[in-house]
């Protein structure tokens, strides 16, 4: 049976000379057949992690494998991934067919063997009849699907990207996240995608590994990172938050801005500080009277979708609402919430420690069952 596990660090650090350490402490699996994203601002090492599986450096400390065999030492020639880089790095004098045969004549295939596998791929990247095609003459789209042709033709165990769609239009960045998407679910094999674009990464992705400072911060999901981000920093950097002090008052209660709320976050100590966070999608617009809190609108901005509004309540809290009411500014409001809407963090909490404290309350939730 095929190991579902095609890459693992194994508590890898990264650092040049002297300098701080780029990548800290790093372990993690990626699952083959997937499409996973390293999201983080610039330089939070997700770079580095790309740069370390393809074997254009070495780890300082830690192991990294790949398909179970460990490759610290394993020149990039010799390891099963092709890169895709940002600028495409394909060979100006070359037409868009020798670009894509170009390693496999490395390899010394034979021509009636270099004609069908580049045939194919350019077909799988929707550039069938473009082989004889110059490079200078084609589109930033067209020129990022020969690049991805050009690495799926060697069929690699693993394909890395590394920002590639940074330098194309938004219509296009949009059209191309589509395409790519779709690309990596006809093949079938693992795609690595960096950006530090976070709509990108919510789009794209089966899986997202948020990075800061050299440490993943959070891994999981589209979903599960966007609802139950798990400290301050991926609130903040995945998507628009309010975010605001709180106390747990028990399972299932907490407090903010004076008043208490039902929720649906448990497993923390009584009256421990935490930090409370609610989308603004999540807040609706009714009467002061009827609403959790009352607020005044302050600024006002169209987004084409929905409003963006700028409010504050009594104690001087500024809350974020995108809804399609419009309110002007001035008014005095009310905002709704449900119970589902209030995500609770503990302070400064790790993943490490999210997962260690999820396992303790659902093992001593199972034994009270």
């Known amino acids: ?5 095609i890459i693992q660090f194994n508590h890898v650090t990264k650092q040049y000379q002297n300098d701080p350490a780029v990548l800290k402490d790093v372990s993690f699996e990626i699952e ?5 994203t390293l999201l983080g601002p610039s330089g939070c090492g997700k770079t580095t992690i790309l740069r370390l599986i393809a074997g254009f450096t070495e780890a300082t400390t830690g192991d990294i494998f790949i398909d179970g065999k460990k490759v610290n030492t394993i020149p990039a020639n010799r390891r099963q991934v092709n890169t895709v880089f940002q600028d495409y790095a394909l060979f100006p004098h070359l037409n868009v067919f020798e670009n894509v045969a170009f390693g496999l004549r490395i390899k010394k295939m ?3 063997q270099i004609e069908a596998k580049v045939k194919e791929a350019l077909s799988f990247v929707n550039l069938k009849g473009y082989e004889n095609r110059e490079i200078s003459g084609m589109s930033g789209g067209q020129r990022q699907r020969v690049a991805i042709a050009r690495a799926i033709v060697n069929e690699p165990e ?23 998407r779709e690309l990596q ?11 530090h674009d976070q709509e990108e990464a919510l789009a794209m992705s089966d899986e997202i590994f948020v990075l800061n400072e050299g440490k993943i911060q959070q891994s999981g999901t589209p979903i599960d990172i966007y609802d139950e981000p798990i400290n301050r920093f991926v609130a903040d950097f995945i998507g628009e938050s309010n975010i605001v002090p709180g106390i747990m008052i028990e399972d299932f209660l907490v407090e903010f801005v004076g008043k208490r709320f039902d929720c649906v976050d448990q497993g923390m100590n009584t009256n421990e500080p935490v930090e409370v966070v609610i989308r603004p999608e999540d807040l609706e617009i009714t009467t002061r009277e009827q609403g959790k809190l009352q607020v005044t609108v302050h600024s006002l901005l169209f987004r084409g979708v929905h409003y963006e509004l700028s409010c504050t309540d009594e104690d001087g809290n ?21 119970p589902e809407s209030i ?10 420690d999210f997962d260690r404290r999820l396992e303790a309350y659902t093992e001593e939730d199972h034994h009270a069952k």
């Open 32 to 36: 083959r057949g997937k499409f996973y």
């Open 158 to 180: 693993v394909i890395l990207l590394d920002e590639p769609l940074s330098a194309l239009d938004l219509k296009l960045r949009t059209q191309m996240q589509y395409e790519l």
């Open 185 to 195: 679910k006809r093949l079938g094999i693992t795609f690595i995608f960096v950006t």
């Open 318 to 338: 500024e809350w974020l609402v995108h809804s399609t009411k419009k309110a002007a500014i001035g008014d005095e409001i009310g905002l709704y919430f449900d």
């Open 110 to 112: 034979k021509q009636a």
């Open 343 to 352: 995500h609770v963090m503990r302070l400064g909490e790790s993943e490490e």
């Open 1 to 5: 049976m095929e190991n579902a596990v």
